[in-house]
């Protein structure tokens, strides 16, 4: 029964870790003075695309990546409650480069909350 109780736990803080590390960001407030280009703003995007994947027709995985370089960021919109960044990512993926332009969009909900859209080859 111990032995269980401790495999419930390790197995509650495997699913937890991701979640505590992910960005936060109900911080911001708002993001009418949020631009993409800034550094705390790309070093948070990169923050939240850790063990992202997408898989429409066999995509790349991030958390595979031995590298990910957030190398351009642009504000495309950015109001009280929606940021949306476009980027141009660089990874090495099986000591393989990659290139990567995609779309991040962020909404603030009310009560703490957001969600995030993470739109490839965009």
Known sequence: MLRFIGAVAAA???LLGPAIAETDWSSY????STRCEDAKTIADIKESMQGLEFNDGGGRAFRMA???KI???RTIKATANMLVCQLSLRTV??????????RHT???????KWR???QPNY
Request: charge should be neutral; avoid cysteine; aromatic fraction near 12%.
């Open 106 to 112: 962020v909404w603030l909900e009310p009560g703490g």
């Open 93 to 102: 993926e099986a000591g393989q480069n990659h290139v990567y332009n995609a």
């Open 12 to 14: 509650g803080l495997l």
């Open 66 to 68: 031995s590298s990910v």
């Open 71 to 73: 190398s351009k960021s």
């Open 116 to 118: 995030t859209l993470f």
């Open 29 to 32: 407030g708002s993001f009418k």
